[in-house]
């Protein structure tokens, strides 16, 4: 069975720090895309970032960059947001999801569609 399991959420103040982790099992980890999502109330699900378990590459939106680093420990199978100068508008649920595609492209980097697998998701709060 395919488990994606997040944790790490929490409140903090603006300007601080999180790290994510989504623990993944059921399934061969070194075969997928990892990503992390968010969703805030009456916003669309937006992509932040994704790892490709295959080459190591990272990928992130544009309004996390330079922030949010993502990373992958492929002996624990799981994989890390760690989100620094956080902002009020990063305030929003984050799900983890996978996607048995371990080299995606750019293009298809953050589509939601692309991810089979999904979290139940951490809750995030960052104060002003």
């Known amino acids: 069975e395919v488990q994606l399991v997040e944790s790490g959420g929490g409140l903090v103040q603006a300007g601080g720090s999180l790290r994510l982790s989504c623990a993944a099992s059921g399934f061969t980890f070194d075969d997928y895309t990892i990503a992390w999502f968010r969703q805030s109330p009456g916003k669309e699900r937006e992509g932040v970032s994704c790892?490709?378990?295959?080459?190591?590459?990272?990928y992130y939106a544009d309004s996390v960059k330079g922030r949010f680093t993502i990373s992958s420990d492929n002996a624990k199978n799981t994989v890390y947001l760690q989100m620094n100068s956080l902002k009020p508008e990063d305030t929003a649920v984050y799900f983890c999801a996978a996607s048995p595609n371990a080299f995606l492209t750019t293009f298809y980097a953050l589509q939601s569609r692309r991810y089979g697998y999904w979290g139940q998701g951490t809750q995030v709060t960052v104060s002003s």
């Open positions: 790892i490709r378990n295959g080459n190591g590459r990272p």
